[in-house]
C-alpha cells in the first residue's frame, strides 16, 4: 500500500484555479509547492473541488484501485447535477485503474503500509449488497493489507463519514487523532479507543488550551497534506494556529528536522466542509 508519506506528486482540481474565490489561495499554494520542489498538477473535467473522494486509491506504482463514487451525500437532484465521473478525469490521464464494487470515499481512507482506517460508514452504505465479512475481506484484498479498522461514524458532527477529519497515521504504530473525542458520549468513545487498542495502535491527541476554542474551524488541522518531503498544515486565523502548527511538528520531527513543514491560510476551503487532504490526491509517480 503507497502510503501518503511515500507521495511525490499531488493534483488538485482545475476549479481552484478557474473559481475566482479560490485564485489567491491556489495561487499560494503552487508557490509553497514550488518552494518545496514538489511535483504537482491539475485535474481536468472536475465538478468540485474535493478530489480526495472521488479519485482512485493507489496501492502500487501502477495499481490503482476505482471505488463506486456514489455516496448518500450526492443523492439530490442538485448534488448529483455536480458530481465528478472518476472515469472521465482518469481517462484523460490516461490513467488505467482497477474497478471496485463498493462505495467508498477517498475521504474515508486513511491509510499506513499494512492497515487502513475507515469509518463503519462504509458498512452502512453497503449493507445491501456485501456483508462487514465480504466487505473487510474485500477491502483486504484490494488494498493488500492484513488489518482493516473500523471506527465509528461521527455523525453528529460529521454529515460525510469521513476519517480524514478525525485520525491520521503517524506511523504503522501510532496515530494522531483529534483531541474532542474526550467530549463525545461514552458509547462513542468506548467503540473508537477499542478500534485503536484491538489492533495494538497508540495514539497521540491533538488539544487546543485556549480562552475560545473554534470548533467550528479547528477540526480541520487534522486534515493535512502530507507527502515525501511536505507536511503542509492549514490554518484559519485563529487561536489554535500556532497550537496546532507545534503539535504536529512535534509528532513529525523528521520533516521539522528537513524543514519541510510549512503552513497555508485555508480558510476559503474550510467554510466549505473540508481542507488540505480533501482538495489533494498525491501519489507516487
Known amino acids: 500500500m503507497i502510503t501518503d508519506a511515500q507521495t511525490n506528486f499531488v493534483y488538485f482540481s482545475e476549479l481552484l484555479n478557474s473559481i475566482p474565490e479560490f485564485k489567491a489561495f ?20 472536475t465538478n468540485d ?40 478525469v482518469c481517462d484523460a490521464l490516461q490513467l488505467k485503474t482497477i474497478k471496485s464494487g463498493l462505495i467508498l470515499d ?8 499494512d492497515k487502513v482506517i ?8 453497503n449493507k445491501h449488497q456485501y456483508t462487514r465479512d465480504q466487505v473487510v475481506s474485500i477491502l483486504k484484498t484490494q488494498f493488500e493489507v492484513n488489518n482493516i479498522i473500523f471506527i ?30 474526550k467530549e463525545y458520549h461514552p458509547k462513542f468513545k468506548k467503540a473508537f479507543f477499542s478500534s485503536l ?29 502530507q507527502m515525501k518531503d511536505l507536511l503542509l498544515i492549514p490554518q484559519f486565523g485563529i487561536e489554535e494556529d500556532q497550537l ?4 504536529i511538528s512535534q509528532v513529525f520531527p523528521e520533516y521539522a528536522a528537513k524543514g519541510q513543514i510549512d503552513t497555508i491560510d485555508s480558510s476559503v476551503i474550510i467554510k466549505y466542509g473540508g481542507a488540505l487532504n480533501c482538495i489533494s490526491w498525491n501519489i507516487l509517480k
Open 118 to 125: 475507515l469509518t463503519d460508514k462504509v458498512l452502512i452504505e
Open 49 to 88: 473541488i474535493w478530489c480526495r473522494d472521488y479519485m482512485p486509491i493507489q496501492i502500487s506504482n501502477k495499481k490503482f484501485i476505482e471505488y463506486r463514487y456514489d455516496p448518500d451525500y450526492i443523492q439530490s437532484k442538485k448534488e448529483r447535477s455536480n458530481k465528478t465521473y472518476p472515469d472521465i
Open 106 to 113: 477517498g475521504g474515508n481512507v486513511i491509510k499506513s503500509d
Open 244 to 247: 496546532a502548527l507545534n503539535q
Open 197 to 225: 487498542s484491538d489492533h495494538n495502535l497508540d495514539y497521540t491527541e491533538l488539544n487546543y488550551n485556549v480562552s475560545s476554542p473554534n470548533d467550528d474551524l479547528n477540526w480541520g488541522y487534522i486534515n493535512y497534506l
Open 26 to 45: 491556489s495561487t499560494q499554494l503552487t508557490n509553497i509547492l514550488d518552494k518545496h520542489e514538489i511535483s504537482y498538477g491539475f485535474l481536468p473535467d
Open 152 to 181: 465509528p461514524w461521527d455523525k453528529e458532527n460529521e454529515e460525510y463519514g469521513h476519517a480524514d477529519g478525525m485520525i491520521r497515521f503517524i506511523n504503522k504504530s501510532k496515530v494522531l487523532i483529534n483531541g474532542y473525542f
